[in-house]
C-alpha cells in the first residue's frame, strides 16, 4: 500500500521516518465547533495552541507544523466535510512526504462513554463515515486512529442529531481542563515514543 501511494508522485517517492500527519476529524464552520463529532479538531487545535502554532489554509483543509524532539508534525483539520476525509487525508501524505505508518487519526466514539480514550494501530471504521472514508481511500484500515468517547445518551434513529449536537457545559469544562490536554500529550508520545507504549499509557 504504501508503495502505490507514492507512485503516483515521484518527487514524494521516499517518505520522512521523522515526520508524521495527525488529522483531527471534523466539519468546518462555527455552527459545527463544539458539537461532539468535532473532537478531533479540538484536540489539534489544543496542541497547536500549546505550541503556538496557528493553522492557515492549505489544500482540501487548515495545517501547521511544529516541532518536537526531532520529530515534524503536520496538524491537519480537512475541510471537505467529515464524509470525505479521506481525500484530504491521501493528499497530505503524498504531499509532505508522510507514511501511512505515521499517520493518527483523532475522532469521535459514540461505542465509548464520555472520556473514554481508545488508541489502535489498525481497526474497522465502526460505522463513523469520517473513518469509513479514509479506509475507502487509501484501500485499508491500517491506519492508527485515536477515538474519543462521547457517550451514547440517544435513542434509536438519533444518532446524526446527538453528534452534530454541542458538548453540554459540564462536558465542556471537562473538555478543557482534561481531556483535550491528555490528548495532545498522547499525540506527542505517538510520535516520539511510539504507538505501543502510547497505547499502554494513555488507553483507558
Known amino acids: 500500500m504504501l508503495r502505490s501511494l507514492f507512485r503516483k508522485n515521484p518527487r514524494n517517492s521516499e517518505p520522512d521516518p521523522m515526520k508524521f500527519l495527525i488529522v483531527g476529524l471534523g466539519n468546518p ?25 496557528e493553522f492557515e489554509p492549505d489544500r482540501h483543509g487548515y495545517s501547521c507544523t511544529l516541532k518536537h524532539a526531532g520529530r515534524t508534525l503536520v496538524l491537519l483539520k480537512p475541510i471537505t466535510y467529515m464524509n470525505l476525509s479521506g481525500k484530504a487525508v491521501r493528499y497530505h501524505l503524498q504531499d509532505k512526504k508522510i507514511s501511512p505508518q505515521n499517520l493518527l487519526v483523532v475522532t469521535d466514539d459514540i461505542a465509548l462513554d464520555f ?14 463515515n469520517g473513518l469509513r472514508n479514509i479506509e475507502e481511500v487509501l484501500g485499508n484500515g491500517q491506519y492508527s486512529r485515536m477515538r474519543f468517547g462521547v457517550g451514547h ?19 465542556m469544562t471537562a473538555l478543557d481542563e482534561t481531556y483535550l490536554p ?23
Open 29 to 53: 464552520g462555527a455552527e459545527y465547533r463544539d458539537n461532539r463529532h468535532n473532537v478531533g479538531f479540538m484536540v489539534v487545535d489544543e496542541l497547536a495552541a500549546q505550541k503556538k502554532k
Open 153 to 171: 445518551d440517544f435513542h434509536k434513529g438519533q444518532q446524526a442529531d446527538y453528534v452534530l449536537a454541542n458538548f453540554p457545559p459540564e462536558e
Open 182 to 204: 491528555k490528548m495532545a500529550k498522547a499525540v506527542l508520545s505517538f510520535a516520539t515514543q511510539g504507538l505501543a507504549r502510547t497505547m499502554n499509557n494513555f488507553n483507558g
Open 115 to 128: 472520556g473514554k480514550v481508545r488508541i489502535r494501530g489498525k481497526g474497522s471504521h465502526g460505522g463513523h
